[in-house]
């Protein structure tokens, strides 16, 4: 595995893999943030501070006491081209504040990139496993056993009563994030998705759009995660994310079924209209790209539509985004150029599912 | 509506500002906002967790001083980073680890809005933690004990009494 399989291969492990109940769960998220005891957190480090965090850090990766996660590979942020990296933003490997802001920043990928270790974010060390469909408590299991084999051979900042100590308080505590990414077009579609979202809130769990704060839940995809990390332990609160989301899901597959029981003419008429749209058009923006792949997608899952594979629009959800594209074309395109290329991709994406060639 | 900075593109931001009970509103297009530094949700310098932290952080006025006469939030400096409490309410982050014992107390009211508690009860570092993996056992182990006195089960408190000073020894020898 390369640097350059990263980057231009769209499909990672966890896209391409079937989980459990992936009609509804797209993915699952753990996220452990740590930090080594006695350094600057890297917002305020000096590049040496930081560069002796990184060394420290990826030297464990060297060791080969990761190996049985996975074969790892190391990259260096700054050796990354800025398209590069956003390339692994849009396949979520890294986040966006390590691929914009980060000095010394760098990334330990398996090859099959479950697992990224990212450090140097806003703490030293962020463990992240991403595992296909609706398995948050085996990505837990993962990323603990990671986050005991760095533990092994570094100091973490630690405090008997705040637990891991983290740049922003709102980590304090277990340090974890648990989250997952839910495609809900069923609760959209009957209108019944705020009252279930605010319902959630009540509960003490965030909801937020696919790229993490600030941005919008295009697509009908809502990433749930849990926002308290202090005075719960990491078991209740991978239990209370669990439980909630199995609710969810069953909530989406009734409101599916309704919508195929009492109006199956009209499910239709949209799924294959937006079908149709995916297979013609010659100009299509993001957001349209967006909400067209989940109306087929959804199509796909209740059967409406037999000849595109899931994974096939997973790989264009992925593909669409705006680095990608230009990895794709070898490029750099206006956002106008956008929208004609990402156009053409749809449309030959769509044309090599189908057998006999498109619609 | 066309941007009222630029009057070239099209406005695609409204905002709205309420600055000491006077009401301004904008209507402006993306790269205008950039440049007078307006925060666009989803981008870099956008609205985000820690501009809503800060507000909460910063709530303690100036210069007050407590009943013990302890220095007032304001004035705390963390003396190994150097980050300042205002500093630190403003950005919403530490500066290191030593930040959370320097600001000491002054954070338990903002970790209780935060997380609703205080206390950590999740995983402990395996080889670090020994000793408090030691204590918080010890811990639970008393609650037992406590209850099964209560309940007059004498023996398995005494068994209960026993495993706890035999953890206590352990702990002296770590």
């Keep these: ?359 | 509506m066309l941007c009222q900075e630029c009057d070239k593109k099209p406005a695609t931001l409204h905002f709205t500002k309420i600055v000491n009970g006077e009401k301004t509103e904008f209507h402006i297009c993306e790269s205008c906002a950039r440049e007078r530094g307006e925060g666009i949700p989803g981008t870099a310098n956008g609205f985000s967790i820690h501009s809503l932290l800060s507000g909460l952080l910063d709530f303690e006025p100036v210069g007050t001083m407590n009943a013990l006469g302890a220095k007032p939030a304001q004035q705390l400096r963390c003396d190994n980073c150097g980050l300042t409490y205002t500093q630190f309410s403003k950005m919403g982050r530490f500066g290191c680890s030593n930040c959370y014992t320097q600001f000491g107390s002054k954070l338990d009211p903002i970790l209780k809005r935060v997380h609703g508690n205080t206390t950590h009860v999740g995983k402990i570092p395996k080889r670090t933690g020994v000793q408090i993996q030691l204590k918080r056992e010890i811990d639970e182990l008393k609650a037992d004990l406590n209850m099964r006195i209560e309940q007059q089960e004498f023996e398995t408190a005494a068994e209960l009494r026993d495993r706890i000073r035999e953890l206590e020894r352990k702990i002296a020898d770590v």
């Excluded at chain 1, 896209?15 to 109940?21: I, L």
């Excluded at chain 1, 914009?100 to 990334?107: D, I, K, M, P, Y």
């Excluded at chain 1, 705006?322 to 106008?336: I, Y």
Aim: glycine residues 6%; proline residues 3%; contains cysteine.
């Design chain 1, 1 to 359: 595995m390369s640097k350059r399989s990263y980057v231009e291969e769209a499909l990672s492990d966890w896209m391409k893999g079937n989980g459990p109940d992936t009609d509804v769960v797209i993915s699952s998220r753990i996220r452990i943030a740590r930090n080594l005891s006695g350094h600057p957190f890297p917002m305020l480090a000096t590049s040496q501070q930081a560069q002796d965090v990184m060394k420290q850090l990826t030297a464990v990766a060297e060791t080969g006491r990761l190996d049985s996660c996975g074969p790892f590979e190391t990259l260096e942020l700054s050796q990354l081209s800025e398209l590069e990296r956003r390339v692994l933003v849009e396949k979520h490997l890294i986040s966006p504040s390590l691929a914009n802001e980060s000095r010394c920043g760098a990334v330990m990928l398996s090859e099959n990139e479950s697992v990224s270790i990212m450090v140097n974010e806003e703490d030293h060390l962020r463990i992240q496993c991403l595992y296909p469909g609706f398995q948050i408590k085996e990505a837990w299991t993962l990323a603990s056993r990671i986050d005991d084999i760095f533990e092994e051979v570094t100091d973490y900042a630690f405090d008997e009563r705040r637990g891991y100590l983290t740049s922003c308080p709102t980590n304090v505590g277990t340090g974890i994030r648990s989250s997952v990414m839910m495609h809900l077009p069923g609760l959209v579609l009957t209108q019944q998705i705020n009252r279930i979202l605010s319902a959630i809130q009540q509960v003490g769990l965030a909801v937020r759009g696919i790229y993490g704060e600030g941005s919008e839940a295009i697509g009908n995809l809502f990433q749930i995660s849990n926002q308290i990390t202090l005075g719960q332990s990491e078991g209740e609160i991978i239990e209370n994310l669990h439980s909630v989301a199995r609710q969810i899901i069953e909530h989406e597959r009734a409101a599916r079924q309704r919508l195929l029981d009492e109006s199956r003419v009209r499910l239709e008429d949209r799924v294959l209209r937006s079908y149709g749209t995916l297979s013609h058009a010659m100009i299509m923006d993001s957001k349209e790209a967006a909400q067209r792949l989940s109306d087929v997608r959804l199509g796909i899952d209740l059967g409406l539509i037999g000849d595109v594979s899931p994974q096939a629009m997973n790989e264009m959800m992925v593909l669409t985004q705006p680095g990608f594209l230009q990895q794709v074309f070898r490029e750099k395109m206006t956002p106008e150029q956008r929208d004609i290329r990402r156009a053409e991709l749809i449309r030959k994406q769509l044309y090599s599912e189908t057998d006999h060639g498109g619609v």
